[in-house]
């Protein structure tokens, strides 16, 4: 069964330092995988998604992932911290057509 | 538009009460999807509507009924449902059919129910 697992349930960093947001995957075949951010009280953003195509994806707001199959990972990555990156994140898999499967989230926080 | 928009934002109803929750895009995606997220935890898919057929319930209880009356509309009918049932309800929506798609999710509905 495909699953993803989140390392971490709390991160803090501070402003203007790397972020690093750990997530395994579990998959019998290439997986499509996905990271959504969620402010407090908002709904679900897409940072980015790998689909096979290049394994280093770029997203929005200067976030990227790499996926390394030998790892079995798809972690999520910023150069420099902004206190509006305080968030809780989600990496996510698809599983056959039309159904998500959520890691249990990581709760970012960012001290100035 | 490459918006999903739901109404109403905030939701208060009785036990005994009958509501609704809507969601809306216009971005000509033919999935649509229901998911209940609980605080702190990650959202739970309810419902998948493909061409507007319910293709998948995740053994949701009889107190939510959904509804897709047209492509660019999903519903949630709501009653007699119990406290626990409070949560932000999620909507989303897709593409069908290939590889390299996202979803889009609205703002959710925060339901609570007395």
């Known amino acids: 069964a495909q699953s993803v697992t989140q390392l971490d349930s709390h991160v803090s960093v501070s402003e203007g330092t790397p972020v690093l947001l750990r997530c395994n995957y579990s998959s019998s075949y290439s997986p499509s995988l996905f990271w959504y951010v969620q402010h407090p009280n908002k709904g679900l953003q897409l940072l980015l998604k790998y689909t096979s195509a290049a394994t280093l994806v770029k997203g929005i707001n200067g976030f990227e992932a790499e996926f390394k199959k030998s790892e079995t990972s798809f972690h999520l990555t910023k150069p420099s911290a902004h206190m509006s990156d305080a968030a809780e994140y989600f990496c996510v898999v698809r599983v056959g057509a039309n159904k998500l499967i959520f890691g249990t989230g990581t709760l970012l926080a960012v001290q100035p | 538009d490459t918006e999903v928009t739901q109404t109403p934002k905030h939701l208060v109803m009785g036990m005994t009460n009958k509501k609704s929750l809507k969601c809306e895009q216009h971005?000509?995606?033919?999935?649509m999807y229901w998911y209940k997220q609980k605080a702190k935890k990650p959202p739970e898919l309810m419902f998948v509507?493909?061409?507007?057929?319910?293709?998948i319930n995740e053994s949701v209880p009889s107190r939510f009924s959904p509804e897709c009356p047209n492509s660019s509309l999903l519903n949630l009918h709501l009653h007699a449902l119990q406290p626990e049932d409070s949560a932000l309800y999620l909507c989303?929506?897709?593409?069908?059919?290939?590889?390299?798609?996202?979803?889009?999710f609205g703002s959710g509905t925060r339901l609570t129910v007395v």
């Open positions: 971005m000509g995606h033919r999935a």
């Open positions: 989303a929506s897709s593409q069908v059919y290939g590889t390299d798609y996202g979803y889009t």
């Open positions: 509507y493909s061409y507007e057929k319910l293709s």
